[in-house]
């Protein structure tokens, strides 16, 4: 086994045992944090592919802005915090899909690639990745904007009621 | 170790070595100082006031609003990077920068949004 090897197995274990502290916790702050585990082992997971773009990404997106969002919406919704006895959903089902999509997607993507090699390439992925949108997908890209924009006004216009009241008046 | 996984290697032992320091340092301290628990030291230090109510209060919807614009830029950032690799190589330049002018200036205009509906005004 290589470096990588080592490196990847033991990440993939941070990942899933994280993964599991998050649906088991009681504490439904605790689970936001071990989703920041999960996705940050995650994104060391892409360093070691040497996907550095995808991997920063990773950790600036999901790692910090979705996980600081969610909390935020706990920190909105859920007060007094603690620990919640009604956290639980009915496990069999939710064991069934979870670990049934799992397996499914496992055994698709095993079959999709067999034992196929690629090599590693060193860090690379933000300019193949800027090539590729500012050569072929410009249009996408400019409409993102309008799509985050749009979801920015939707936004301020659905949490501050002083601002959607003199929208209606 | 050299090569990719190297240059990752020497930000570890770095990581490491910072950790190993707060560590070494807290225990040192620990080692050291005398431990007189109260029950007076050991509540919540709220500016010499005695705290009052629970330790956690609901948060203001506004906030909100903030996460959601650092997301927001977060977005902008992460498409920014791609961009300053490459607009420099032959075959992208002006058009590049005009692209990405347009795509800031329309996230800009949310800011401007917000701005005008005094959302970033605090009071």
């Known amino acids: ?169 | 170790m050299g090569g990719y996984l190297g240059s990752y290697a020497t930000l570890g032992l770095l990581l490491a070595v910072g950790v190993l320091f707060f560590l070494v340092a807290m225990t040192a301290n620990r080692l050291l100082r005398t431990n007189r628990p109260s029950a007076a030291k050991s509540t919540t230090y709220e500016c010499g006031l005695d705290p009052v109510g629970g330790d956690w209060a609901q948060a203001q919807i506004r906030y909100y609003v903030y996460a959601y614009l650092y997301v927001l830029f977060a977005v902008e950032a992460v498409f920014l990077f791609p961009w300053a690799v490459i607009f420099d190589d032959p075959g992208f330049g002006m058009t590049a920068v005009v692209e990405m002018g347009i795509f800031v200036g329309v996230l800009a205009l949310g800011l401007l949004y917000a701005w005008r509906k005094r959302v970033l005004q605090w009071t």
């Open chain 1, 1 to 169: 086994m290589t470096t990588a090897d080592v490196l990847m197995l033991a990440l993939g274990a941070v990942a899933v045992g994280a993964a599991a502290a998050v649906v088991t916790t009681r504490q439904i702050v605790r689970a936001g944090l071990w989703l920041v585990v999960a996705l940050g082992s995650l994104a060391g997971l892409y360093l070691v592919l040497s996907a550095e773009l995808v991997a920063w990404v990773q950790v600036l997106i999901y790692v910090g802005a979705v996980v600081v969002l969610l909390l935020f919406a706990v920190m909105l919704t859920r007060a007094p915090i603690g620990v919640s006895e009604d956290l639980d959903r009915s496990r069999w089902p939710g064991l069934l899909i979870g670990g049934g999509a799992g397996l499914g997607l496992a055994a698709l993507l095993i079959d999709a690639y067999q034992w196929s090699t690629v090599d590693l390439a060193d860090g690379a992925g933000a300019e193949e990745v800027g090539a590729a949108i500012f050569r072929s997908w410009v249009l996408p890209f400019e409409v993102l904007s309008v799509l985050l924009l749009a979801a920015l006004v939707g936004a301020i216009v659905i949490s501050r009621p002083d601002v959607s009241a003199r929208v209606g008046r």
